[in-house]
Nanobody
Framework: QVQLVESGGGLVQPGGSLRLSCAAS????????MGWYRQAPGKQRELVAT???????NYADSVKGRFTISRDNAKNTVYLQMNSLKPEDTAVYYC????????????????WGQGTLVTVSS
């Protein structure tokens, strides 16, 4: 069974920084895309940033220049460095793995983490 476990959320003041981590565990053969989504209260879940296996990235316009996604393929781990945080960045951040292939299984799966809360407030 595959699990994604996030860490690194918390309370930070505007202008501050946080680093989120997400590790995928299980008998994983390959993960095509790993990334982060967020959901603020009363809003729909939205893409924050994704990265594929060769390092191609996709960012939401609202975080470009402030957030940086990185990935360690050997550890099946994805990171999100968040700088210059704003109150509007407050949300539950979810890790996502898409195109995940388990050893011995031909299917490609999409798996979500449980979410980690980021609160930006003074």
């Amino acid at each position: 069974q595959v699990q994604l476990v996030e860490s690194g959320g918390g309370l930070v003041q505007p202008g501050g920084s946080l680093r989120l981590s997400c590790a995928a565990s299980g008998s994983i053969f390959r993960i095509n895309t790993m990334g982060w989504y967020r959901q603020a209260p009363g809003k729909q879940r939205e893409l924050v940033a994704t990265m594929d296996t060769v390092g191609s990235t996709n960012y939401a316009d609202s975080v470009k220049g402030r957030f940086t996604i990185s990935r360690d393929n050997a550890k099946n781990t994805v990171y999100l460095q968040m700088n210059s945080l704003k109150p509007e960045d407050t949300a539950v951040y979810y890790c996502n793995s898409d195109g995940l292939k388990v050893v011995g299984d031909d299917r490609y799966l999409e798996v979500w983490g449980q979410g980690t809360l980021v609160t930006v407030s003074s």
